[in-house]
Structures are given as C-alpha cells and as structure tokens.
C-alpha cells in the first residue's frame, strides 16, 4: 500500500492596518510591545500552535501602516480558518483593534511568502507645514513649521526615480560582513509630493524594496529643500556620493505609513495607488473615512 504523503500546508495572508504610536515596530522583540508579537500572541491563542509570521515591511517604532502584508503557514487541523477567513479576521479584530485591524484575509497557495514574493512597496509621508502645530494630525505627521516651496520639493524628486545605489539615504547595517557588504541598489518606480489642502503635504514612493530609515531620509533632505537649505539639483549629488553624512536628516517616525505591497502582475490586491485622502481632521467634521495611518 502506497504511502500517503501529508499535504502541504496552506499559506494565510493578513493585510494589517495599525497605529504605531505604542509599538517598538514591527519586528518581534521578547523584551518590548511589537506589532509582530502581539499577532503572534493572538494568533496562538486562536489556533492553539506556535505560529511564525512573515511580514513585507519590517516599520520602525512609531510608524503607522494601512496596507501591512503578513504571512504564516496555516496548520493542517485548522479548517475553520481556510473554510471561512472572515471568522480569523473577526477574532483577532476583537482582540487587538483598534490599534491593529486585519483588513482582509486570504489562503495562499505553499510558498508564498509576505516578504520574498513581494514586487512593490508604496509608502507616504505626510508633513504638517503651518505655523501652529495640529493636536489632531501629531500622531501622524512631521510639524514643519517653516514655509516649503512645493515646486522646490518636487524638482527634488526627480532624481530619485530609477535603480540607484541609495546608500546616501540608508542606515549601515550592524555586523555586516565588510568583505561582502548588503546591496543598497533599490528601484524606485514613484517620487512624488502633492497637496492634501491646510498645510498637508503627502510625499509617496513606490519602489522594489525599501533599505532601513530610506524613505525617512530622503523626506528629511527633501524638506532641507523645501526649506530653500539645499538646492533641488543638489539630490543628484548627494544621492551618487554614497555618503550618508551629505544627506539631511532622519524625518521622524510618526508620519510614515506604509501604504501598500504588490505582488504579481495578476494579483488581485496590487499596490493601492490611491491618493484620494482626506483630510485627517475630516473625521472630526463628518462620517468620510478617517486616516488610514490609524
């Protein structure tokens, strides 16, 4: 008689939206609140086994996401989660929202992984350029309280675009082997800043992948920019130096959110290009949808 070989497990797709303010990121530390250990802990106590997430963006303490995408194999003696997703999603919901929300969940076929079979990631930072801070936008934003030149932020952007060694803008990675340095070659696909009206300011990036404190850095040169501090022309040279010190300075955690990963040409959820925000003030003045940096 012919063995029957146990069937692969089933890989489970989360889209998280979650507020970092109270988390030390994403990335699970035994020591401090992460978003990654308190879905663990949830997960576990739902499906009674030691589950291992995968997640597409590992945010930094303090960095806000609406489109999250985590992974984790689903055990064999689990039906009910493949049966109706909707259940998983309204459990953990329960549990830890409002401050993490499962948006959505999805059965995967084996081997598909949040961050390996990741093809973009869209984040946006939103910058507060008034005078007066904004009690109701801090927890979401950089308060900039000086004047930016919108046109001056936008020329800087345009040597972003393309496959770029971005080591400029990125953190040197702790105990990397010198003789075998990680690649900071990204492909950056969108560079943009528009107008959210009131003094908001939303930068977006699309890229391949993203390297650590990236997107934090160029918002902080480009607002040096902004500021008239650094000359639009001058992002070409900073970014062919290589050099992190010709770079600004780290923008602060709150106001970056990731807001989407996509994945294959025919995947049903691709990168949300959406930039039809409201205002965050707006859930204050009616029932539109609030910030999606929750």
């Known amino acids: 008689m012919l063995a029957v070989e146990p069937e692969s497990p089933k890989v489970v797709q989360l889209v998280l939206a979650y507020d970092g303010s109270r988390f030390h990121g994403m990335a699970a530390d035994p020591g401090a609140r992460t978003i990654t250990g308190e879905l663990q802990r949830v997960l576990e106590l739902?499906?009674?086994?030691?589950?291992?997430?995968?997640?597409?963006?590992?945010?930094?303490?303090?960095?806000?996401?609406r489109g999250q995408v985590v992974t984790f194999s689903l055990p064999n003696d689990c039906p009910?989660?493949?049966?109706?997703?909707?259940?998983?999603?309204?459990?953990?919901?329960?549990?830890?929202?409002?401050?993490?929300?499962?948006?959505?969940?999805?059965?995967?076929?084996?081997?598909?992984?949040?961050r390996y079979s990741a093809r973009a990631r869209r984040y946006r930072y939103t910058v507060w350029n008034q005078r007066i801070p904004d009690p109701f936008l801090d927890a979401t934003s950089w308060w900039v309280p000086e004047p930016l030149n919108l046109a001056a932020l936008r020329l800087g952007c345009d040597p972003l675009v393309g496959e770029h060694d971005f080591s400029s803008f990125c953190r040197k990675i702790k105990d990397a082997d010198p003789d075998r340095p990680p690649s900071m070659r990204r492909n950056v696909r969108e560079a943009r800043w528009e107008e959210g009206g009131d003094g908001v300011l939303h930068f977006w990036i699309e890229a391949n992948a993203f390297c650590h404190q990236m997107v934090r850095s160029v918002v902080g040169t480009l607002v040096d920019v902004g500021r008239g501090h650094l000359r639009a022309g001058d992002m070409a040279g900073i970014l062919r130096s290589g050099d992190r010190s010709a770079a600004g300075r780290v923008a602060p955690p709150q106001g970056l959110c990731l807001w989407s990963v996509g994945y294959s040409e025919d995947d049903p959820f691709p990168v949300d290009r959406s930039s039809d925000c409201p205002n965050p003030r707006d859930r204050n003045r009616d029932h539109r949808s609030p910030n999606p940096a929750v």
């Open 46 to 65: 739902l499906l009674r086994q030691p589950i291992g997430v995968s997640v597409a963006g590992r945010t930094d303490a303090g960095v806000h996401a």
């Open 80 to 114: 009910r989660v493949e049966a109706d997703p909707g259940w998983l999603r309204h459990r953990v919901n329960r549990l830890l929202g409002p401050e993490v929300v499962v948006r959505s969940v999805r059965i995967r076929p084996t081997g598909f992984d949040a």
